[in-house]
């Protein structure tokens, strides 16, 4: 499978973004799809996942400002964020995997190249 993301940028604080990751190749029932971020020094930190069937689960402290959904005629899982904050700044990856949960994730069949998002104060 192939992930390649899109929709990142500079937005001002309070502001809203939708990424978007598009998946291409091999596509089962069972694929998941997630969503990480890192910022330089840190650790890789999960955001959300989301399954062909419409399962979706959340880090706890990333549900109340960040959604996900799919799209699987178009193969695409979005990441809606609104009210950003400068520590929301990252590099957004979207990643993808076959199974249940999380745990399909741990680790991902394969990772997208990420995008750029910068919310300036």
């Known amino acids: 499978v192939q992930l390649v993301e899109s929709g990142g940028g500079s937005v001002q604080a309070g502001g809203s973004l939708r990424l978007s990751c598009k998946a291409s190749g091999d596509i089962f029932d069972n694929l998941v799809i997630g969503w990480f971020r890192q910022t330089p020094g840190k650790a890789r930190e999960r955001i959300s996942y989301?399954?062909?069937?419409?399962?979706?689960e959340y880090t706890d402290s990333m549900k109340d400002r960040f959604t996900i959904s799919g799209d699987n005629t178009l193969n695409t899982v979005y990441l809606q964020m609104n009210a950003l904050k400068p520590e929301d700044t990252a590099t957004y990856y979207c990643?993808?995997?076959?199974?249940?949960?999380?745990?399909?994730?741990?680790?991902?069949?394969?990772w997208g190249r990420g995008t750029q998002v910068v919310v300036s104060s």
């Open positions: 990643a993808a995997g076959y199974g249940n949960g999380f745990h399909a994730l741990q680790p991902p069949a394969a």
């Open positions: 989301i399954s062909r069937d419409g399962n979706i």
